[in-house]
């Protein structure tokens, strides 16, 4: 269903690279003690995470036209996980915090549009089955990828658990993105677009994007 029209399998492969984003969450408290700060800076850091998922969509839905979104998705998909690089400058938290919320922020505009085009892709009679597989692969991935930054922190450290969580996540992204903007251009048979009001978008949508922690 999701692996056997390569417009799908791209949307699909974007599910599996919350691994990599989830990371600055997933660490936030050993990170912000490698820093020399306390408890309450923690709450501070995963709060700017969240911030920058309100003003990244609140700017994407501003000013990015629904005809460029097909184009943009796999920039996006490539430039999430670049500042996350970054925090082996060691700027400190405050710089951390921003570069966690421009990552975030990035991440949850990918999962809007994922969302929105896998929504339209599926048939009627597939669409419940597929985005809740989207949803598990999605949830799932977020899991594993806070077990495995965990596990890399005690090896090395927080900040290098991080960086090496964005840095990985530039190179897992070329394959969704490579394969959706192959698919584009592809001369392939157009697929069935459903008819829908708002009520059937919004709940598409929150199906998968209510996943997202």
């Not at 990015?64 to 996006?76: D, E, Q, T, Y």
């Not at 990035?106 to 892709?121: E, G, K, N, Y």
Request: hydrophobic fraction near 50%.
């Amino acid at each position: 269903m999701l692996w056997s029209e390569p417009r799908r399998r791209a949307l699909f492969l974007t599910t599996i690279l919350g691994v990599f984003y989830i990371a600055p969450q997933g660490i936030a408290a050993p990170y912000v003690a490698e820093l020399g700060y306390g408890p309450t800076m923690v709450g501070f850091v995963l709060a700017s995470t969240g911030a920058g998922a309100i003003v990244g969509l609140s700017l994407f839905s501003r000013f990015v036209p629904a005809c460029r979104r097909p184009v943009l998705l796999p920039v996006v998909c490539m430039f999430a996980g670049l500042p996350l690089i970054l925090v082996l400058a060691h700027g400190g938290a405050y710089v951390a915090m921003v570069l966690f919320a421009v990552s975030n922020g990035l991440w949850c505009t990918q999962v809007v549009m994922a969302v929105s085009f896998l929504a339209d892709l599926l048939r009627d009679n597939q669409r419940a089955q597929g985005m809740g597989l989207a949803s598990s692969m999605n949830l799932t991935a977020q899991g594993v990828g806070t077990g495995l930054a965990g596990a890399l922190a005690q090896a090395t450290s927080p900040t290098v658990a991080i960086a090496l969580a964005g840095a990985l996540s530039v190179g897992v992204a070329l394959w969704p993105s490579v394969l959706w903007v192959k698919s584009r251009h592809r001369k392939a048979p157009a697929l069935p677009i459903r008819r829908h009001g708002p009520d059937s978008r919004r709940v598409a949508q929150e199906q998968l994007f209510g996943q997202r922690r």
